[in-house]
Nanobody
Framework: VQLQASGGGLVQAGGSLRLSCAAS????????MGWFRQAPGKEREFVAA????????HYADSVKGRFTISRDNAEKTVYLQMNSLKSEDTAVYYC????????????????????WGQGTQVTVSS
């Protein structure tokens, strides 16, 4: 199983981007999916996560109200819609999968996630 993130780029503050993460494999619908980010010189941090069926979502306080995580299990893709972007959102964004999660669960600890994509750069200019 592989995860392929895309959609990053350069955007002005206040703008929007939508990240996508496409998965291979047959059991995507049973993965908890998450987005994390890492800014230069900082540790990786949790951004958002979504349960199997998409009914439960969890966000970092820093992105609540601005970012929305969603998934399309038929397309085996998870999305991160990012609005009202700020310069502090500049980072490499990674999608990740917890392949051992149970139904209804949503996790924000990165050690729960055992599959990681390659990252996509998001740069917000002020």
């Amino acid at each position: 199983v592989q995860l392929q993130a895309s959609g990053g780029g350069l955007v002005q503050a206040g703008g929007s981007l939508r990240l996508s993460c496409a998965a291979s494999g047959h059991t995507f619908s049973r993965y908890v999916m998450g987005w994390f980010r890492q800014a230069p010189g900082k540790e990786r941090e949790f951004v958002a996560a979504i349960s199997w069926g998409g009914t439960r979502k969890h966000y970092a306080d820093s992105v609540k109200g601005r970012f929305t995580i969603s998934r399309d299990n038929a397309e085996k893709t998870v999305y991160l819609q990012m609005n009202s972007l700020k310069s502090e959102d500049t980072a490499v964004y990674y999608c990740a999968a917890d392949t051992a999660a149970v139904s209804g669960a949503v996790y924000f600890r990165d050690y729960r996630y055992d599959l990681w994509g390659q990252g996509t750069q998001v740069t917000v200019s002020s």
